[in-house]
């Protein structure tokens, strides 16, 4: 078994094109078409791949677009450990407009699952033999999963002696924090609902983010924070990284980019410092790329070395 684990509850077949411009009414014609496997842990396993990490995906499958996933996940060369549903898997597209370069994204609600559904992606988790180092678990939770989903995968992984790192949001996110995270991985927004209150600077996100490590629910955060940078924050440590100076063509997977690499480099035995540094770099790379290319390690490397890090 690979020594990281994926869990995306909600995954979906992406699929990405650009036209001139967007008007109502008019047939709108595509110049592109691009499909790829989607969904935060699927897109975090891919990024992870790419960097040479061993990491199986979990995730369910339903209908013809749940067998097209399965064939994208594989076309990536990401090993796939899947449980079925009776509803069909999600699909989201994103379309970029020439005429401004401004990107738009459609996300689908996706299936509802039972319980029968859900708790066969929780037996699944269970019964890995030797079970991975590394739980990430990443993306929305589809209709039907209850809030503590995560939180129950955080006491597995922690009863199993794995570490487990999340990104999600709103209730989901504050649930599985409760029971108890070795990292996450909010935005401002999530981070924002996390504190339970408005946050104006990025002073005041680092701060919540302090107190967050400090309650003893977290024990890392990695703040992303769009044009203001990244934050890395442990019990020991602060480390802020400045945005870099790149033209962005999309900011769709900026953020699985970032978790990807991190653990990538969490799991090689990098220092976290050195994690953070590529982090912020895969996170930049992927702004490179129209629609759901996700970032290319080329780009990340030659990237990582214009990363400034800063302690507080």
Request: hydrophobic share 45%.
């Amino acid at each position: 078994m690979s020594n990281i684990v994926t869990i995306t509850p909600n995954p979906a077949v992406d699929l990405s094109t650009v036209v001139e411009k967007i008007v109502p009414v008019m047939k709108l014609r595509g110049t592109t078409q691009r499909r790829d496997p989607g969904g935060g842990g699927i897109n975090v396993a891919r990024v992870i791949t790419r960097f040479g990490g061993d990491v199986t995906a979990v995730y369910p499958v339903g209908g013809a677009t749940g067998a097209l996933l399965n064939k994208l996940v594989a076309r990536e060369g990401v090993a796939g450990l899947t449980f079925p549903t009776a509803d069909e898997t999600r699909e989201d597209f994103f379309v970029q407009e020439a005429a401004t370069g401004q990107p738009y994204r459609f996300i689908l609600p996706g299936p509802t699952l039972d319980e029968r559904e859900w708790q066969a992606g929780l037996a699944l988790l269970t019964a890995l033999e030797p079970f991975p180092r590394y739980v990430i678990g990443s993306g929305s939770l589809p209709h039907g999963v209850p809030i503590d989903f995560y939180g129950r995968v955080a006491k597995l992984a922690r009863e199993r002696g794995a570490r487990f790192i999340l990104d999600t949001s709103g209730p989901a996110l504050a649930a599985a924090a409760e029971a108890g995270v070795d990292l996450i991985k909010p935005s401002l927004r999530e981070m924002r609902e996390l504190a339970g209150g408005e946050l104006a600077d990025a002073a005041q996100w680092e701060t919540a983010a302090r107190a967050l490590v400090h309650s003893g629910k977290v024990g890392t955060v990695a703040l992303t924070m769009g044009h203001l940078g990244a934050v890395l924050v442990t019990r020991d440590l602060v480390l802020r990284a400045r945005p870099l100076a790149i033209t962005p063509v999309s900011a769709v997977g900026a953020g699985d980019s970032f978790l990807g690499a991190l653990v990538a480099k969490l799991a090689a035995g990098a220092a976290i410092d050195e994690a953070f540094r590529w982090a912020v770099a895969a996170g930049a790379a992927a702004l490179l790329h129209p629609g759901t290319a996700l970032c290319d390690p080329i780009d990340v490397s030659r990237l990582a070395g214009e990363v400034q890090l800063q302690a507080a």
